[in-house]
């Protein structure tokens, strides 16, 4: 009887142990596969386009098309290839493009990378960088680097630029030089 | 089309803003404007678009100093240049020595084509104007003073006005 006790004691062990590591192996699976997952996109989306709406007005505040998307959710970010801005207000229409983007804060920040070409609709200026930053609840498109602009009468080189929408006022910064040539 | 004034135009600074309704641009710090061989320096610059051309230069400074050439140099508070009539207008201690002719008044104007200066007081500042013997003995013959007639010869020796009265306008004949 004493055997028989001992066999099921050790097989219930058995048994416990087993099911213990199952169980440590579920909830913790591999750091490796772990990895994996968490920094593998959430979307991946092609041809998006996305329109994002002022909370007062209703009205679009921007339309955003790209050819590419990846969204990435542990770091809240989302990846853009050939982003194409429309932006429209009472101070008139801006277009900004460039090879690669990025979205941050819900929506609310858009970061435009490479060969960045922003154009005003209204008086025909038309801006090239290298990163321009468009802050939609701000009301903000800035250039933390260096920028050229071409008016209709010439062109301007500065080392930074930030402009304000909703005033239509912009700011350059670090050496600004213009130069007039007449209008074209 | 060039701008009025012919030669483009180069304005650089350590920063500027522009309205882009009102279609100004102002340039602050170290602010320099480059056309031809006219060169201005000032701490402000202000300029003004029609039509997407610069027509207007405001300039403000301590001061805001003027050089064409070896002909002219001129210094002022204020300096207003009109690109379409092609004049500078000097207030503020305003000061313009050209070919050797020193022009001093609250109020100096002059016609970069015609190269006529018209030098006025205001309150207790008065024409001044300094003719160094060697350009009376040339005896440079004054023509009739009216505006643009003359005829591109240098007719720049100013008689002021003898009562000086406020408001006493020394014309250039």
């Not at chain 2, 002022?76 to 207008?89: E, F, I, S």
């Not at chain 2, 104007?129 to 023509?143: C, F, H, M, S």
């Amino acid at each position: 009887m004493r055997r028989q006790g001992l066999l099921s004691a050790s097989g219930i062990l058995l048994l416990g142990l087993i099911v213990l590591m199952t169980l440590h192996e579920w909830d913790n699976p591999l750091d490796g596969d772990r990895e994996a997952f968490l920094s593998a996109p959430l979307i991946i989306a092609d041809n998006i386009t996305a329109k994002a709406y002022d909370r007062d007005t209703g009205k679009v505040s921007y339309d955003l098309k790209a050819e590419h998307l990846e969204q990435y959710q542990r770091e809240a970010l989302t990846t853009l290839s050939a982003p194409d801005l429309r932006m429209e207000n009472e101070n008139g229409v801006w277009t900004i493009h460039s090879k690669r983007g990025e979205v941050r804060d819900n929506g609310d920040q858009i970061v435009f990378l490479d060969q960045v070409e922003a154009r005003s609709e209204n008086n025909g200026v038309t801006l090239s960088t290298e990163r321009l930053e468009y802050l939609n609840d701000a009301g903000q498109v800035r250039s933390p680097g260096a920028l050229t602009l071409k008016h209709r009468d010439g062109s301007t080189r500065a080392g930074n630029m930030e402009s304000n929408l909703t005033s239509g006022e912009m700011t350059l910064g670090k050496g600004v030089v213009s130069e007039f040539t007449g209008s074209n | 089309a060039q701008p009025p004034g012919g030669q483009s135009v180069e304005v650089s600074a350590d920063s500027a803003t522009f309205e882009q309704s009102a279609g100004t641009g102002v340039y602050r710090g170290n602010a320099e404007l480059i056309q031809g061989n006219r060169r201005m320096n000032a701490d402000v610059i202000r300029l003004f678009t029609e039509n997407n051309q610069l027509v207007r230069v405001e300039a403000t400074g301590n001061p805001v100093r003027m050089r064409e050439g070896s002909e002219l140099q001129a210094r002022a508070k204020n300096l207003v240049y009109d690109l379409k009539t092609r004049r500078l207008v000097l207030t503020g201690d305003a000061h313009v020595d050209h070919q050797g002719n020193t022009f001093e008044g609250a109020r100096v104007q002059y016609n970069l084509d015609s190269r006529r200066v018209d030098a006025s007081s205001e309150g207790d500042k008065r024409v001044r104007l300094v003719i160094p013997a060697k350009n009376t003995e040339q005896g440079t013959a004054p023509d009739n003073g009216e505006e643009g007639a003359g005829d591109g010869a240098a007719n720049d020796n100013a008689t002021p006005n003898p009562n000086g009265t406020d408001g006493g306008k020394a014309e250039t004949p």
